[in-house]
């Protein structure tokens, strides 16, 4: 969000802060995002695109096209050479905030694990005890603490939504060349840390479980059935940030291309609405998942609250199983736990004993096919072989 977005009421706030336009543009924007004007405002100070990044901005908050330009002006080829070898007290002041507003802390930088930034589980904080960065990143995005403690107070079950009694899960053979080669090959060859999660969780799995793994190390052990840890991507996770360029802005552009030509298009599922070239649209509405698991791990039964959820197989086999969620079931399960757009019941409806009701549905999925899972509906997800399955989702507004 640039300042001149801001209203007169919001400038004068940040003002009062001692956050001038030209301090929140050297904390929040990037130099693309910057108007033609400010940019020669900039350059009229001396500083130019390449100082503003290098001060001010992470490697992953680089575009591909300013990486290659330090590759070859400057010799800088990786992460490590651009944010150098620092200990937490020998960062600048700048950098050291712009870490914190990323969720990092000094315990986290120390031990160099993700898993331990403040960010994750946000939304279960209360609006007092985020840090001043987190906060003040929160407020660059419009939240305020009204709008926080309400958001933290709201009815997450399913009975707080408008029941739709459509239960026709959709499942579409997509040939999608371009997410083909984004398989274990290919994500076996990253050496980007991740954070993994209990691929044998019944309930809620959002939290992280273990140590962090490279990409690569990990693809290695799937691979083989030698590990039930499982590499997640969705909602709020924030190694997504690391994986945007290299995944997600591809799962989100072919995904979308593909099912814009699909029968769930053509059936209204997938709405005109969400269009990219409708001007009235959020395109922040869609978001994109990953599940990179071994044989028998699992998702366990929950609901998730967005419009539109697609999942879709790389490689690998899905067992799925879906019950509907409307107004002839409600009332039928309970929530164990609620987080981030979806509601968890910790029953194993995956397990061979448990006697499913007469209107679940079960399927499974290979290569190359795809299911819309219907609004709301209660499913569980069990990987019969090393897979990989990439999503799409359109979020409740």
């Not at 924030?238 to 814009?260: N, P, R, T």
């Not at 395109?283 to 697609?310: A, E, I, P, Q, R």
């Not at 199983?321 to 409307?326: D, G, Q, T």
């Not at 709301?376 to 990989?388: D, F, G, I, R």
Request: glycine residues 6%; negative net charge; aromatic residues 14%.
């Amino acid at each position: 969000m640039s300042w001149d977005e801001f209203s007169m009421e919001r400038q004068q706030y940040w003002m009062s802060r001692n956050v001038t336009q030209d301090v929140w543009e050297v904390k929040h924007m990037s130099w693309n995002e910057l108007s033609m004007e400010r940019q020669q405002y900039w350059y009229s100070r001396n500083l130019s695109q390449a100082e503003l990044e290098i001060n001010l901005m992470l490697w992953d908050d680089l575009t591909d096209e300013r990486k290659k330009y330090y590759k070859e002006e400057m010799g800088i080829i990786s992460k490590e050479e651009w944010e150098g070898d620092w200990t937490w007290d020998e960062l600048s002041d700048e950098r050291r905030s712009l870490y914190e507003s990323r969720g990092w802390t000094e315990e986290a930088w120390t031990s160099d694990n993700k898993s331990l930034l403040t960010m994750y589980n946000e939304e279960e904080m209360e609006w007092d005890d985020l840090s001043d960065a987190r906060r003040e990143y929160w407020i660059s995005r419009g939240w305020t603490k009204e709008k926080w403690t309400q958001s933290s107070d709201a009815d997450e079950s399913p009975d707080k939504f408008i029941a739709i009694d459509d239960f026709n899960p959709i499942i579409i053979h997509l040939s999608i060349p371009e997410l083909e080669t984004l398989d274990m090959g290919y994500l076996g060859q990253l050496e980007e840390k991740v954070g993994l999660k209990d691929g044998t969780a019944l309930g809620d799995n959002e939290s992280f479980f273990g140590s962090e793994m490279t990409l690569r190390d990990y693809m290695a052990v799937m691979r083989q059935d030698q590990t039930k840890l499982y590499f997640q991507l969705e909602d709020l996770d924030h190694y997504k940030e690391i994986f945007q360029s290299i995944l997600g802005d591809k799962i989100v552009q072919h995904l979308y291309s593909a099912l814009s030509r699909s029968v769930l298009r053509e059936k209204g599922y997938f709405k005109a609405e969400w269009d990219l070239d409708n001007v009235d649209f959020d395109k922040g509405m869609f978001d994109w998942s990953l599940f990179v698991g071994s044989t028998n791990t699992t998702t366990s039964m929950h609901y998730d609250t967005d419009l539109f959820n697609f999942l879709w197989v790389v490689e690998g086999r899905k067992r799925i199983i879906m019950i509907p969620n409307n107004s002839k079931t409600q009332g039928r399960y309970k929530l164990q736990s609620a987080y981030s757009g979806s509601g968890w019941t910790g029953i194993d409806i995956l397990s061979r004993n448990y006697e499913l009701p007469d209107d679940a549905i079960e399927v499974e999925i290979g290569a190359g096919e795809g299911i819309m899972f219907p609004y709301l509906c209660w499913h569980a997800v069990e990987n019969l072989e090393p897979t990989v399955a990439y999503g799409l989702r359109v979020k409740e507004d």
